[in-house]
């Protein structure tokens, strides 16, 4: 897979009729349109997972990426669709992720985990700590959502020493339904180096929309070129190689 110089969005939720993304094949049409046209040649699709609900199965999952994967070929041939899972933290998820139930990215050891906004932050240090030491390596997804993080660098640098990446959600740069305003603060943690992966987290084409090239130019603007490559193209594609950043 060519990726050189291209943005790859590893938090999307783009499958049709499997999560609170799309409801129809058209609209992950017009989604996967607008990432091309953004210069973004490889998505990571993320269903939520939520260990104990019902979850559709993981080989549902594949054919439905593969219908995806048809459709982001019309519109251009190396523009490629890969799979994985958001998983909601809890203590079952590992077993569920050995027993291939619930997905890593892109069939790598990067698992994309995201937390309830209330978490304490011994529980979300835990959870970090024994997806490490089950052999995965855990991105910590949206990381501007959590309380106990709020405005508290340090504890996020621990997090990063225990072993998990950060991933920030493109609207927490640029504005969205889901904008904060900490985008100072934002751009501090990514200028400290806090900050490992940029994903658009897009469920659909108005509100919450694919909006990568945004991030990108905010990031080019408030901090340089090569850290926004770093963020959108670079470290991504660490995880479709599978090997450390």
């Known amino acids: 897979m060519d990726i050189t110089n291209s943005y790859i969005d590893i938090h999307t939720h783009i499958l049709p009729g499997v999560d609170d993304g799309p409801a129809y094949l058209i609209e992950t049409i017009r989604m996967l349109k607008m990432e091309y046209e953004q210069g973004v040649k490889a998505i990571i699709a993320t269903p939520h997972y939520i260990p104990g609900k019902k979850n559709m199965p993981a080989d549902q999952l594949q054919n439905i990426r593969d219908i995806v994967q048809e459709e982001a070929e019309k519109i251009a041939p190396d523009f490629k669709i890969l799979l994985g899972n958001e998983l909601l933290y809890s203590e079952s998820v590992i077993e569920d992720l050995q027993a291939g139930k619930a997905l890593t990215l892109a069939n790598s050891r990067y698992v994309l985990v995201e937390f309830e906004t209330a978490i304490n932050y011994d529980k979300l240090f835990k959870a970090i700590a024994d997806l490490t ?7 910590i997804a949206h990381v501007e959502r959590y309380q106990c993080l709020h405005r508290k660098d340090y504890l996020i640098s621990d997090l990063i020493d225990a072993g998990c990446y950060i991933e920030m959600n493109a609207s927490s740069l640029v504005g969205n339904i889901f904008s904060n ?9 990514v200028r400290q180096g806090l900050v490992h992966f940029i994903g658009s987290d897009c469920h659909d084409i108005e509100r919450r929309k694919p909006c990568i090239i945004e991030a ?13 490559n770093r963020l959108c193209i670079d470290n991504p594609a660490k995880i479709l190689k599978n090997t450390y950043i």
Not at 181 to 189: C, P, R
Request: hydrophobic share 45%; proline share 3%; aromatic share 10%.
């Open 133 to 139: 030491c089950a052999g995965y390596i855990p991105v």
């Open 181 to 189: 305003f900490d985008a100072i603060y934002n751009i501090k943690l």
């Open 216 to 228: 990108a130019k905010v990031l080019e603007k408030k901090c340089d070129i090569r850290q926004a």
